[in-house]
């Protein structure tokens, strides 16, 4: 299973800008879908945005976050990003990263490994 160390959480100004990291273990291929999810306080888990590894797409985006959110990987030093611009309240949550979908869209969640999970809080 890859192993995931998710950093750059944080609380910020609404407006403000967050960039979140997720670096992790050997892939199992060359090709492997990773994502971001989060996690509101009372609601279930929901997608931010994944990509591809091999960098053909640009990406997929949840509406909530098209626009503001960019994904990235960067193969050379094994990290995930999701850089966050234009916070904003309802953006508060824990974010996840998840590596290597199993099946299905990008949006169901079905992921083989999860990071942690750390804490966003955007102060309005």
């Known amino acids: 299973q890859v192993q995931l160390r998710e950093s750059g959480g944080g609380s910020v100004q609404t407006g403000a800008s967050l960039r979140l990291s997720c670096a992790h273990s050997k892939l199992p291929r060359s090709r492997v879908c990773v994502a971001w999810y989060r996690q509101a306080p009372g609601k279930q888990r929901a997608p931010v945005a994944a990509i591809w590894t091999d960098g053909v797409h640009p990406g997929f985006y949840d509406n909530s976050v098209a626009g503001r959110f960019t994904i990235s990987h960067d193969a050379a030093t094994s990290t995930l990003y999701l850089q966050m611009d234009g916070l904003q309240p309802e953006d508060s949550a824990v974010y996840y990263c998840?590596?290597?979908?199993?099946?299905?869209?990008?949006?169901?969640?079905?992921?083989?490994?999860w990071g942690q999970g750390m804490q966003v809080t955007v102060l309005s």
């Open positions: 998840a590596v290597d979908k199993i099946g299905g869209a990008w949006f169901e969640g079905r992921f083989r490994s």
